[in-house]
């Protein structure tokens, strides 16, 4: 079996894919153009939608415009982040600078859940003591945020979502795009019913899409900065797997981490039985992990299993031997005695 410790062997191989960069299907300059359309497009009806909420009086559209900001704001790191995690690595970097893009999903995460935080605030105050909501106003503007968030949307689905930053930013305008649609009953119930609380329990319902999209973030980002193995992978799974190749006779020190979203890597000491194939294994390894995990950056340190020494000891020298030495084997029944051949 695997044995999952924290010591890093000190030689290593790398695979084919070993210091290769992530690649992607979309390229880098169309993910930053899709990213910057659907930058423009919220920024200009986030203004938009707090100078009405504020004549409207609805906490509403403010807190909607709240996590528009904070989508906003994903997007520009994204775009930051993508600019520092294309430079090479070099320096002290080995890496490169691929977890700018971590740093600020982490950044995205805590700053929803601070503004969620506020918002839960003033939508319980506004419940006990509510204001007179122009309804009318609410709900034109809610309609008019469901069709930029949907515009917006589209954009985002076509960069690269393998990506934490891309794909965060994208279900946060998912999630303003339901809180739209609250938002926008919340606005017909006040026009047709007058029943102003109605805009703070919409409020209430966008605070819970953004706790849940900040925790989501968190979480995911927090997984890479603890060097957790990825969601998709139980580490003790992939040592059987390992273990369970021929040849391999024992697998220790394995550890799977996460550079950065989407591309993962990995390092073992795999012990090979007497007479095998330590570079055919090694190979083999390499694809299997390849294939089957998508791992293409891998430190694999391969030896052959030691052959084990029998010490044949004369009974004098017995006592001579220390008491605590394992390192020698043993007949369980006493030394081995040669006869001599009897002459007929």
């Not at 290593?12 to 992607?24: C, L, V």
């Not at 995205?108 to 939508?123: D, H, I, K, Q, S």
């Not at 007479?275 to 090694?282: F, L, N, S, T």
Request: net charge negative; aromatic share 4%.
């Amino acid at each position: 079996m695997s044995d999952h410790g924290h010591e890093h062997s000190p030689g290593h191989q790398h695979g084919e894919g070993g210091h290769a960069g992530h690649s992607h299907g979309v390229s880098a300059d169309s993910d930053r153009r899709w990213l910057a359309i659907a930058l423009a497009l919220i920024t200009g009806f986030m203004a938009i939608e707090v100078v009405i909420g504020v004549i409207a009086q609805s906490l509403a559209l403010i807190s909607d415009a709240a996590h528009m900001l904070t989508d906003a704001v994903s997007i520009v790191l994204a775009l930051i982040a993508m600019r520092l995690a294309a430079r090479p690595a070099r320096g002290v970097y080995t890496y490169g600078l691929k977890r700018a893009e971590i740093l600020s999903a982490q950044a995205n995460g805590l700053t929803l859940l601070l503004l969620g935080a506020w918002l839960a605030y003033e939508a319980v105050h506004r419940l006990i003591d509510p204001p007179e909501v122009e309804g009318g106003l609410m709900l034109a503007t809610a309609l008019a945020g469901i069709v930029v968030n949907v515009a917006a949307a589209w954009c985002i689905s076509k960069a690269n979502r393998s990506s934490l930053n891309v794909e965060g930013a994208y279900q946060h305008i998912l999630n303003d795009l339901f809180a739209f649609i609250g938002t926008a009953v919340a606005g017909l119930v006040v026009v047709l019913t007058g029943f102003a609380r109605a805009d703070g329990i919409a409020t209430l319902v966008v605070v819970a899409l953004m706790f849940k999209a900040g925790y989501g973030l968190m979480r995911e980002s927090g997984r890479i900065f603890l060097e957790a193995a990825p969601a998709n992978i139980d580490p003790d799974v992939l040592g059987d797997k390992l273990v369970a190749q021929p040849a391999v006779v024992e697998v220790h020190d394995l550890h799977v981490w996460q550079i950065t979203s989407g591309q993962a890597a990995l390092s073992a000491h795999i012990l090979v039985e007497s007479g095998g194939d330590c570079h055919a294994v090694r190979r083999d390894l390499e694809e299997l992990l390849r294939h089957d995990y998508g791992i293409t950056h891998t430190t694999l340190q391969v030896d052959h299993t030691p052959d084990l020494v029998l010490q044949l000891t004369a009974p004098a020298d017995r006592d001579l031997l220390p008491t605590d030495d394992t390192s020698h084997c043993e007949e369980p029944h006493g030394p081995i005695h040669r006869e001599e051949p009897h002459e007929h």
